[in-house]
């Protein structure tokens, strides 16, 4: 076992991952951790979300138990000071911040992306639902809702370049370009209905070509939040 004054550096951390049965390091405001007895921790993954050889300072302050826990585990050493790579872009005053109130730099977007992941999942539903009951106040609903996915579908897309830059360090993926070209879909469907919508107020209640186009744009907005969704919890939970 390595001795408790052992002094770290980030690199050198990252070594001590779980993986082909090696040791489970985690350092905590500078002070690692052997934590390979855990259950939670033998795959070198923790709720298949945070990675083993890494400073988990901001984590656990978003986890729902305190450092405490930590307690149980042997320090082995400290944390050489030195800024995260993935800080090196980011303002000091900012990362200061972010200390203070992790849930800036973690949540703004996984917060705010559960609004139109709601409201344009239900839009599709009532229009169907005013069709097979031949209720109009349904499909009167189904605007109300697109017309609030409307507002919150921006407020969803600025906050995911934001999490993007400080916490991938904008690093391009096939991840990321789904989600921006999916994104971008998205958005103009939802104009588009919305518009047409708005222009013609009886679209649903007229049968005909038109109506059953307007139903399969609405319908649409499913599976591109589907996979807009899908391919987000691929980058919160990796594993």
């Known amino acids: 076992m390595d001795s408790p004054v052992k002094e770290f550096t980030r690199d050198k951390l990252s070594t ?27 795959t070198g993954t923790h709720m298949k979300r945070h990675q083993a050889g890494r400073e988990l300072s901001d984590d656990i302050k978003g986890a729902p138990h305190d450092a405490s826990v930590l307690g149980r585990f042997p320090q082995v050493g400290t944390l050489k000071p030195e800024k995260d790579p993935m800080d090196e872009k980011v303002p000091d005053v900012l990362l200061a911040l972010f200390r203070r109130l992790p849930m800036l730099r973690r949540h703004p977007h996984p917060m705010t992306v559960h609004f139109p992941v709601a409201f344009l999942m239900l ?33 969803a897309m600025l906050t995911g370049p934001y999490n993007w830059w400080m916490n991938y360090a904008g690093k391009w993926t096939a991840i990321i ?14 104009v588009g209905v919305f518009l047409w919508r708005v222009i013609q107020p ?24 589907t996979i807009l969704g899908w391919f987000g919890a691929k980058m919160t939970f990796p594993v």
């Not at 539903?125 to 106040?137: A, D, W």
């Open 202 to 225: 009886s679209i649903m209640l007229e049968p005909g070509g038109a109506r059953i186009l307007y139903l399969l744009l609405t319908l649409s907005l499913a599976p591109v939040v």
């Open 16 to 42: 001590y991952d779980g993986k082909e049965n090696r040791p489970v390091y985690i350092a905590h405001e500078g002070k690692v951790h052997d934590v390979s007895t855990s259950k939670l921790w033998k």
């Open 123 to 155: 839009v599709p539903v009532l229009n169907l639902l005013s069709l097979v009951t031949g209720k109009p106040s349904l499909e009167n609903t189904a605007f109300h809702v697109l017309t609030a996915g409307l507002i919150v579908t921006p407020v």
């Open 177 to 190: 370009a789904v989600k921006m070209s999916g994104s971008l879909v998205l958005i103009v469907l939802v």
